[in-house]
């Protein structure tokens, strides 16, 4: 079955850098889109960032561009998100999502990763 | 950018109930992007309705979708104890690729 299961998130002051990975499993990873998507406590859910299935096309939130990065290795069944200059304004959970273009929708989630910014 | 304006903000009833929950767009949105999404507390979002009317894999018929252009409606019939969860709706444009999430109705027992 498919899992998805992400890692890397903690408690940094801002301004600091934090790199989050999702762990693929259970379907052929090479050929989906991967997504970021996250949700500030007690809100509701925000898309964040997209790779392309081969790494090619990324596209952002507006209010991370130039602060995150995606990034995948199809090796490894991985896909990441390098966030710098992180500020209060970015905690959240932050869930790694598979995007089905057969069944236009997130169909599939990690069970997600906090981030917390606070001095 | 488009945005999603979903109502009401908390909807309660009781098992059995019907529940009519309603997402509108800011401009017209393709149905075949148009999805919805139960939350449950401590839980990742879980795909219910894609395309704007089609059921995901294993969601129960109770389960319904319509809509088009800017409205778009999820009916859930006679609704179960685990039914009671927040809703999203969520639309994909492609120039430029964007996805976006209404800001949720809580389904809530009363």
């Known amino acids: 079955q498919v899992q998805l299961v992400e890692s890397g998130g903690g408690v940094v002051q801002p301004g600091r850098s934090l790199r989050l990975s999702c762990a693929a499993s259970?379907?052929?990873?090479?050929?989906?889109?991967m997504h970021w998507v996250r949700q500030a406590p007690g809100k509701g859910l925000e898309w964040v960032s997209l790779?392309?299935?081969?790494?090619?096309?990324?596209y952002y939130l507006d209010s991370v561009k130039g602060r995150f990065t995606i990034s995948r290795d199809n090796s490894k069944n991985t896909v990441y998100l390098q966030m710098n200059s992180l500020g209060p304004e970015d905690t959240a959970i932050y869930y790694c999502?598979?995007?089905?273009?057969?069944?236009?929708?997130?169909?599939?989630w990690g069970q997600g990763t906090l981030v917390t910014i606070s001095s | 950018e488009i945005v999603l304006t979903q109502s009401p903000g908390t909807l309660s009833l009781s098992p059995g109930e019907r529940a009519t929950l309603s997402c509108r767009a800011s401009?017209?949105?393709?149905?075949?992007?148009l999805a919805w999404y139960q939350q449950k507390p401590g839980q990742a979002p879980r795909l219910l309705i894609y395309?704007?009317?089609s059921r995901a894999t294993g969601i129960p018929d109770r389960f319904t979708g319509s809509g088009s252009g800017t409205d778009f409606t999820l009916t859930i019939s006679g609704l179960e104890p685990a039914d009671f969860a927040v809703y999203y709706c969520?639309?994909?444009?492609?120039?430029?690729?964007?996805?976006?999430f209404g800001q949720g109705t809580k389904v809530e027992i009363k």
């Open positions: 999502a598979r995007y089905n273009l057969a069944t236009p929708g997130f169909d599939n």
């Open positions: 259970g379907f052929t990873f090479s050929t989906y889109a």
């Open positions: 790779v392309s299935y081969d790494g090619s096309n990324k």
């Open positions: 401009q017209s949105v393709s149905s075949s992007y």
């Open positions: 395309g704007a009317s």
């Open positions: 969520q639309q994909h444009t492609s120039s430029p690729p964007t996805w976006t």
